[in-house]
Structure formats: structure tokens, C-alpha cells
């Protein structure tokens, strides 16, 4: 909400400058956005005449002029084009300032001295829009009688040579735009920020519009004026609709100090019967229609639901279709108007408007919302609507508008006004208990000291109750009551304590610490971390060879950015594969990467129940560079769950899992739970994203794995009987995997091996067709006695035997 | 015999003093008092001896090898200290050689600063709570006391997925699902993603990441508000950091409050980071709204409560110098590793 300087000192005394006064509302909860100081910059800027023009001797485009300032005859160099001899323009003399620090100097162009600068309409830091007749690249043209330009109707430019510009044009007016909280109606208006002003300067609010309150209580209540009813039938959505009728009227230009406010506060005047509605709201906060009676068919207004289907032309020559959800202002056949969002093209105020009617009614807030929303149509009306206003206050505002057509000479007042109220405004109440407030507030703030702040904001407070004026329906409890008194008392002002109350345990959870040793044992290995949206596509799920069935879980979006973002991600790989492109197309020679994040499943229609979907932590690692392969990934994945205390799990090949080469790809199994998928990306997903590189990927299911992860760990008293260590090596086909060999040699040893480590993986020709040698070295230790080489032997003899047995192995010599 | 046993003496003792090394020395030793060394053949040849002479040349040759034991020690150490000057001399290396350490990967900046913030909450007695990213409207808008059609609504704009399930346009929603699970005292922060359809830019992300902080007990005070917010703003931004209050309004919290603090990058003398202003706008904070903890099963009259709330890629941003945002998601390697 934008507001001048000028038309909030009408309502408040403002004794200090503009940026304070913004820096002391912006304290007090009505937020600055910004400040613009119009002319403020401007010095030394003078009407001119040019006498004459001639070319410059030593250039093509120079032009030397003589210009009349009044006082002096200058001589100035310009390259301007667009002057002619006689032309009236502003004129920046010698020591003149204007905007963006630009400063004015006498000095040589081409040889030739330069008294000064002519203006353009940018250098003065005003828009092309404001004056007629203006170009956006020349030097503004105040008057030129050949052509009969004048950018001010009223003023003879020629009797005013050597004003100051700024005077003269009325350029100076400081603008201030808020930020206003939803919360505050009331300060979508003129009245309501000066108010504020008022309480916050510690001035006396000067409520000019006291006339209007007491014009109010004298209208007469009328069935029908000039032939025209009114009806309310949706009065759940329309709680108050007065008219009042002005007839003889005289369509024709706003005064000067009506279309310098309407400007100010970012509003274009349109004629004088339109430009006081948008005045009124912009005083008021009251947002008003005006209609030519004469386009009121059946001369009956009806407040009523759209048809489902019914179409309407708004103002703006666009046409839209509303449904029974929207209100609409209708007569007899059709609707003229989108209640609270724009008025109907059919039914605007013309230049032979003869009789006014002037709207002034307040709409359910939701549904105009709502409306405005649906139909892509945000108005300053609707605005102000969607936030609840007041019913009281629509008829000051309509008597008010009434009040500027006979001061403005447009037309005359027509007694009385039909006014519909079925649903009379609330009057809250509220008990007044200092020592609760004070006590939320952490403050010792007397009664009598937040009597006199709600009294300055015009809260009434009457034997501890309170009651807040019409205005302010947002002040319903004490916490509402507690902030209107911080506010005036100082948040500035208020103490730093700290919390007295029983102490209270900080610690993280299970899963937190787990997330937390993960992270410090990838950041110690050399992986790092990486931030990804959880947006995904249809066509990075493809490429990625996410499997249809969990592509069937993705979460669709109604309203996404952009169709990249379309889904939320079933699968963290497609955003690991795309980071990993990242890195490759910027020539990157190697990346280890792991992110934290979730996936999102919508498993058993969960979403179109009403219910959250799964939400998973997944760690995702991919890495690429000459360092790694797939044994490495799977020791960093091993060091992980060692580090987060998971012990009991086996490693499973998986051939199935598409996004992965079939070939190289492991699960890590507990029980039926797959808690780690890790492996070679699949070379059909390379190729989709066109990297020639192997990537290696694995994924971890924190939310799953939490409920391995055991801490219990108990002394295992140091061995006190020496270990037998044995050797052996054997020949198997190139398809007996490792995990097979150790499983059976586990199961033979029993619980005398101590320990089985592979050193040696061997192949040759020498060895046969299709076939490796794998060695491995065996400990064995009895804990209560010392072994006997007899013993250990008949174990080894019975391993050797089962291998050949059961996968035919061969002992190797 | 007795000369043997002499010569013996004479050529070991010079031999001895002549090795080179500890081998050379271990030779010698060999020589002369090893299984079939010359002094113990000596020894061996005694028994042609008459029982007059034997006592005495045992007694000699006993006398022999005492000295030449203690002529080898004394060698030995004497090489010793030789080999091990020669040692020194020889393992000398260039400390400024290249590491092969294993090099350290990053910690991404936004967790950096989550991390940060959590550890100064623990100390402060907060649990850390999580909940749903996908997460129902009851808990991100109505539990919040802004009910359907409520204009705040629009202060945010949400991604829908159905009209009951959205993305959370704030961490919030996790304070209502904690309030109606627990009794106070609760003290919480939950930091998490949180979605909101801006259009990427420089300083604009759809995702982004909070910390919301909730405290409900009895006798919580504003002032408690404002000082838990001086105290972590000093532990997090630094020591001389002050805080500043402006009334703002959030449906959540009532009253409600915007919280500045002097900018810790050039400590309030206005900078590029502060647009000159000397603050910079940190969070939104405010005591909680009597609605909501009505809504959550905690009677206002009983408990008040305080609430705050940040985005953590600003305070990122703003201490790591990253003047655009979407560096912190595209994860080049090269721009990881600097943190």
C-alpha cells in the first residue's frame, strides 16, 4: 500500500523527515517496503525559453542554443533533436542537481561553452506517462504554442521563465509503500496509516472525516430510490450492500489534488466519477462500484451465486466463466459485476452517464478470494475483500463518495440510501488482565499505561472490558490485546531472559546419531556431500531404468514449477546421475559424491486418501574417477554399517535391479529386509545420459537399517592358547563365487576358525579353461586348550573334501 | 702353548679393532670364540696337557676370552654408534614433499550451518524433531490457525498435490504434530527442506531449508523469546551480534515478530551483504497463537509458548560469501570442496 507524505499529514502532525517516519512505523509493524523522494534531488532546475537555434561549427549533431531563464540569457550546447525555436523546457543551470547524483557544470562541448543542460523527462526522475505528450529519449517539451503543447493546462509556461521546476510541476512528494499483514485491512487506507501514524509520532490523530460519521447517522433507509431495489441472495457471502444514487451528473477530468494522490499511491485517474471510487477506497479502505443506472435492466440489483457456466466481460475486455461458487452483482437478465473483483464491461460508467449508482458492500472474504483466484484476477478491490473488511465502515465510505461528487461539482446527491445488513458486525469483548498480558509479554507495564495505548489506537476500554472499534475485527483475544500494547510500548524496549523453567534433556536420536556417523565416515573417506531437489520427471526416471512399479509410486504435483519438476521422486538415483552429469560436463576428473535425502512412494494409494505417503532417508552415493571400482564402493559401504554398528547382514548378487549392471550389483540383505543396493550403473543408463565412464552407485536405506544398528558390545576375553594357522588353495569353474566357498568352509570349520582371509585370486591358462584358483589362509584356535595339528587336519581334510563335493573344487599343488 | 694362546690374543685384539662393521664384528666373533673357533680348539687341545700345566692354561685362555668378550662389546657399541650416525646420515628426507594422505571429502554448507544450529540447542536442553516433507494441509495451515480461505494462505505459495496433501510451505507443521503428541514442557527445533513454487533465481529456491524452534511451558515470556534469539544469534554469528524486534504478523504466533540482527558481516557499518542497512532480517518469531495450542490439546490459560523460525541457505549465504543460491544446488565438486 503506497502513501504519501502529504495526504498522511492530513490525518496526523509528522515532525520529522521521511525516512524516519519509515524507520518508526516500520517499529511500530507497519513495514516499509520502500521510500521514493520525487524531486527531492532536483536543485537549481529553471523554465527556459530557446530563443534560437544554431548547428555547431565543429560537429554534426551539436546544436548551440540561446535560452531566456528569466534573469539571464544562456547559451547552451545540446545534441538534442527534438527542439525547435520557441520551445519552453526545463533547464538544469550551472551548480544544478538532479537525480542519480548527476551534477550540472558550465563547460566546453566542441570548443563552444555550455551554460547548463536541457532536460529530458528521465533525467528529472519522472515517468513519460505523468505529462502528455512527452518522448522517452528527448528533452521534455513544457510548452510549445505551434503545436499547442502544454504539459499543464492551466499554466502559461511563457510567464513563468526562470521557476523552479519542481516547483512549478509540483514534483516533490514523498511515497512510502508498506508491506501491510494480512491481518490489517484497516491499512489498506489513507485513514488507517495515518491513524498508525498518529500513535506512532505520540500526535493526536486529527480524523478528519468526522463529518462523514455524523452525515452517516442522518441518511434515511429506502425500499427503493429513483425505481431501484436491491436483494441479497446469497447473504452467507454478502453481509452488507448499500446504494445511494447521484443524479445530474457531469463525467469530466479530476481535480489536480485528486489525481496527484490517486498518482501517488499508484492509480491512474480515469474521470471523475471513477477516480472518486478508487479515492474513497484508497481513504477508506472501502473498495466501491459505480454503475449507470440505466444499464441495470428491471432497474433490480440481485446479490446473487453465478450460474454454473455464466459468462461475464469484465472490465478489461476479458471474458470469464464463473460457477455457482462465485458471486456476482446481477439485474434482472444478466450479471454486471464479479462481487469484490471487477465490475462488468456492460456496465460502465459512459461519458452520458446521467444517474450514478454508487456500491458500497462488503463480501465474504474466502469467496472473493477464492473468485479472484480462480478467475486469474487480482484487483485492489479484491485485495482489500479477501482480507475481511468492515460492514460499518461501508457506509461512511459510500456517503463519503457522495460528499466528493457534490465537492467536486460532478453531479448531485439523491436522498436517502438502500442498505441491506443481514448480518450484523461482531463486537468483541475481551477481559482486560494486565498481569496475564505482562506476564506474556515478560513486561511490567502498568494498567493505566495499556488504557492509554488502546485508547490512542481508539479501543475502547470501559470497567476492563474491551472493546475494539468497528475497524479493527482482527482483535479478537488477549494475545491480540498483548501485541497492540507491545507494539506502542517499544518491542525495542522489551528484556533478554531466559527461560525459567525444569531443565530438560537435549540429545539426538537414534537416528540422528546414525546420520551423524554416517556423514563423518564419507566425509572421511573422501566423499562429499550434495544437496538435490526432490523434483523429478518422467523422463529422468526413464533414464535411470527405474523399474515401472516404482515409477507407479511418484507423487504428481498439481501445481509444479515447470514440467521438469513435475513428480516428487519415487527414487533418489535419477538426481545422483544427473549430479554426476553435472561433474562430467564440466570436466571434472573425478567425483565422489553421497547425498542424505528422502524419496517419496505413494504405496497403497496412500496420497488419494488423504494420508501422507512413505517418506524414506536414503544415503545415496555415485562416484566415478580412476580410483574406484566395485569392491571399493563395496568397502566404503562395509565401513559405513561397521561405523553405524550393523553386523549381521549378507551380500547378495542382484541381476534384477535394471538401473544397475546386472553383472555387478550386490544387495545387502538382513533377513528378507534389503537394507544397501550398491553396483556399477547399468551401461544402458550410462548411455542415456551419454557418460563413457563407469559410475559406481549405491543406495542405503537409513530409515530402514536404524533397527539393525545394535550397540551392545561385551569383552571377549584375549586368547591365552596359541592359533594353528593353515593354507589353502583351490581350482573352481570362474562362476563359484567367493561367498559360496567361505560359506562352506564356515560351515565345515565349526567354531574353531578363528579367521578366513582371502590373499589370493589367481588366473591362467595353466589352470584350465574357465577356471580360477582362489587362496585362502585359515586360523583355527580352541580357547581352552591348545589345538593339536592332528585335529586341525581332519578339518582341513573335510573341507577339502566338502568343496570338491559341492562345487568341484580342486585342490590346488 | 702358551704363545699360541698369546698370538691368539694379539690378532683377534687387532682384528677386532680393525672391523668395519657389525657383520665383519659378528665374523671375528665366530674366528675366535665360536663351537670351532680358534680359541676354543685351543681349549679342546687341552687335554695333551701335563695336570700341572692344564689349570694354568685354562686359567689363561679363560683370561683370554674375558677380554676379547669384553673388546667385542666394546667394538659392538662402537659400530653402534656408527651405524646409527650413518642411518641419520642417509634417511634424511624433504618434509615438503607432497602428503598421501586420504584426502578428506566436504560437508555441504547447508548442513554445516543445520549442524551448528542444532549442537547450540542441544546445549540449550531442545530435542530435534522431524516429520513429513509430503505433508497433509490439517497440519501445515488449519493446526496453524490459518483455516482454509484465510488470506495467509496466500502468503506462501504452496505446491498441491490433492487438496488435503501438500508440499510443506514451512517446518511447522512438525511443531503441531509435536504439540499434540507430547506434554510440556516441549522444547523443540526441527530443521528440514520446505517447498515453495518460486522460480529459481539467484536468490530464490522451490526447496529450501528452515529451523523452526518450539518452546511450550508455564510463565514463557516474550522477552524469553528475545533472549533464547540473542543468545543463539551470538553463539551462531558471533559474539558482538544484537538483535532487533519489529511487530510483524504470522497466524501462528500472536504477537508476532520480525527479528533483525547487526550485520555479521560488516558488524552493522553497512555493507553489500546488509544493503547498507547494518541489519539483516534473520527470522520471524512470536509467542504461539492461543488458537493453535487450543487446536493441539494445551490449554492457553495454563501454558504460553514461543516459536521462531529461519531459513538456513540466507545464514549460508551470508557467512560463506555464496552470493547465488543456486551454487548451493548444482554441486560441482570444485565448489563442494571448499567447504
Known sequence: MKASREWLEEYSEIDVNTIELGDILTMAGQKVETIDETGKDIKNVVVGKILEIEKHQDSDHLLVTKVDVGDEILQIVTGAPNIKEGDIVPIAKDGADLPNEVHIKTGLLRGVSSCGMMCSVGELGIGVHDFPNQIENGIMILQRDSEGIKVLPDIDFEKNLGKDIVEILELKEDVIDFEITPNRPDCLSIEGLGRETAVALKKTFKNPRKDIDEISKKIQDKEEIEGLTVEIQAPELCYRYIARLVKNVKIGPSPKWLTRRLKACGMRSINNIVDITNYVMLEMGQPMHAFDIESIEGKHITVRRAKNGEKITTLDEVERELNEEDLVIADKNKAVAIAGVMGGLNSEIENDTKTVVFESAVFYGGAVRKTSKKVGLRTESSSRFEKGLSPENALRAVNRAVQLVELLGAGEAIEGKIDKYPTKQKVNKIKLEPEKINQLLGTNITKQEMIKILEKLEIKVENDIVIPPYFRQDIEQRADLSEEIARFYGYDKLDTTLIKADTTIGLKTKEQKIQDKILETLQNNGLSEIYTYGFINEKELDKSNISPEVKKLAICLTNPLNDDYKYMRPSTIPSMLATIKT??????????????????????????????????????????????????????????????SVSHYDIEKEKSNQSYHPGRCANLVVGKDIIATLGEVHPEVLLNYEINQRVYLAELNITKVVKYSKKNKKYIEVPKFPAVERDIAIIVNEEIEVGQIEKIITKKAKKLLESLELFDIYRDSKLGENKKSIAYSLKFRDKNKTLQDEEVNNIMNSITEELEKQIGAELRK | MKEKIEQIKNASIKEISDAKDQKNLQDIKVKYLGKKGELTTVLRGMGGLSAEERPLIGKLVNEVRDLLEEKFAEKEKLLEVEALKERLRTENIDVTEPSKKIKLGSI????????????????????????????????????????????????????????????????????????????????????????????????????????????????????????????????????????????????????????????????????????????????????????????????PEEYTGFAFGFGVERIAMAKFGIEDMRLLFENDVRFLKQF
Open chain 2, 108 to 299: 555441504h554448507p547447508i548442513t554445516q550451518i543445520i549442524n551448528e544450529v542444532e549442537e547450540i540447542f542441544l546445549g540449550m536442553g531442545y530435542q530435534i524433531a522431524d516429520g513429513p516433507e509430503v505433508e497433509k494441509t490439517f497440519y501445515n495451515f488449519d493446526q496453524l490457525n490459518a483455516p482454509a480461505d484465510h488470506p495467509s494462505r496466500d502468503l506462501q505459495d504452496t505446491f498441491y498435490i490433492t487438496d488435503d496433501i501438500i508440499l510443506r510451505s514451512q517446518t511447522s507443521p512438525v511443531q503441531a504434530r509435536v504439540m499434540e503428541k507430547q506434554k510440556p514442557p516441549i522444547k523443540i527445533i526441527c530443521p528440514g527442506t520446505v517447498y515453495r513454487s518460486d522460480t529459481v533465481d539467484a536468490t530464490h529456491s522451490p526447496v529450501f531449508h528452515q529451523v523452526e524452534g518450539l518452546v511450550v511451558d508455564k510463565n514463557i515470556a516474550m522477552t524469553d523469546l528475545k533472549g533464547t534469539l540473542e543468545m543463539f544469534a551470538k553463539k551462531c554469528l558471533g559474539e558482538n551480534t544484537k538483535i532487533r524486534f519489529r511487530p510483524h504478523h504470522f497466524p501462528f504466533t500472536e504477537p508476532s515478530a520480525e527479528a533483525d540482527v547487526s550485520c555479521f558481516v560488516c558488524g552493522g557499518k553497512g555493507c553489500k551483504v546488509c544493503k547498507g542497512e547494518g541489519w539483516i532480517e534473520l527470522l520471524g518469531c512470536g509467542m504461539v497463537h492461543p488458537n493453535v495450542l487450543r487446536n493441539c490439546g494445551i490449554d
Open chain 1, 583 to 644: 561433474n562430467i560436463n564440466k570436466k571434472n576428473k573425478e567425483a565422489y559424491l553421497f547425498d542424505i535425502s528422502r524419496r517419496y512412494q505413494n504405496i497403497d494409494g496412500k496420497v488419494e486418501s488423504g494420508e501422507v505417503p512413505s517418506e524414506e532417508t536414503i544415503l545415496t552415493i555415485g562416484m566415478y574417477g580412476e580410483d574406484i571400482d566395485f569392491y571399493k564402493l563395496k568397502g566404503l559401504m562395509e565401513n559405513i554399517l561397521e561405523q553405524i
